[in-house]
């Protein structure tokens, strides 16, 4: 069974500042994993997966991620946020060779001010 | 082209009685999954249809939750007999490899 751990439910930034989200599993196979966004009264958005290869991910609207399988952690970032990355964001996993439902983590919600 | 679509946006009803929420796919995806958000448990998966396989109904907290997959493709989730800790937004997402699509969910409020 998989689980996750973002440490932080709410992360308030100014306007262009940098910004982590993280978030750490815990999983006795291989994993993929993945970082979703939520913008208010909408569905979940993917803004970039893990499934192999370069440990350093890059997305959607300036975000990248790293997987670190030592520390088992996925931590999501972007150099300067903008007002409209305002959202919740989810991590998610997924093992290998097993069920193919998602596992998330209870998201973090983000906010941008000016 | 089309994404995940679901019916209806919000649903009112009261304790007791039963609904039915539509999730429509991306045309040839063959998964389809059920998952529950609400404040308290965060996102939750409920149940995953892949192909002519059967379903993985291992996220189902009762059996008052049901789903079922028509022709490969649009998927009914029923609850019956509701209770006010059903209210959550359910989301339905798609998938024909990796990348699960979501669609934009039911929000079910049971007064």
């Known amino acids: 069974a998989q689980s996750v751990t973002q440490l932080d439910s709410q992360v308030p930034v100014f306007e262009e500042a940098p910004v982590e989200l993280r978030c750490n599993y815990s999983s006795s196979v291989s994993v993929y994993l993945f970082w979703y966004v939520q913008y208010p009264n909408q569905g979940l958005q993917l803004l970039l997966k893990y499934l192999s290869g370069s440990t350093l991910v890059k997305g959607i609207n300036g975000f990248e991620a790293e997987f670190n399988k030592s520390q088992t952690s996925f931590h999501l970032r972007k150099p300067s946020v903008h007002i409209s990355d305002t959202a919740e964001y989810f991590c998610?996993?997924?093992?290998?060779?097993?069920?193919?439902?998602?596992?998330f983590g209870k998201g973090t919600k983000l906010t941008v001010n000016p | 082209g089309a994404g995940v679509s679901q019916s209806p946006s919000n649903k009112v009803t009261e304790k007791g009685k039963d609904v039915e929420l539509r999730c429509d796919p991306i045309?040839?995806?063959?998964?389809l999954y059920w998952y529950r958000q609400s404040l308290g448990q965060g996102l939750e998966f409920l149940i995953y249809f892949q192909g002519n396989s059967a379903p993985d109904k291992s996220g189902l907290p009762s059996d008052r939750f049901s789903a079922e997959r028509t022709g490969g493709s649009v998927s009914t989730l029923t609850i019956q007999r509701t209770q006010q800790e059903d209210s959550a937004v359910y989301l339905c997402?798609?998938?024909?490899?990796?990348?699960?699509?979501f669609g934009p969910g039911t929000r079910l409020t049971v007064l």
């Open positions: 997402a798609s998938s024909l490899e990796l990348e699960q699509f």
């Open positions: 998610a996993v997924r093992g290998l060779g097993g069920s193919e439902k998602l596992v």
């Open positions: 045309s040839g995806h063959t998964a």
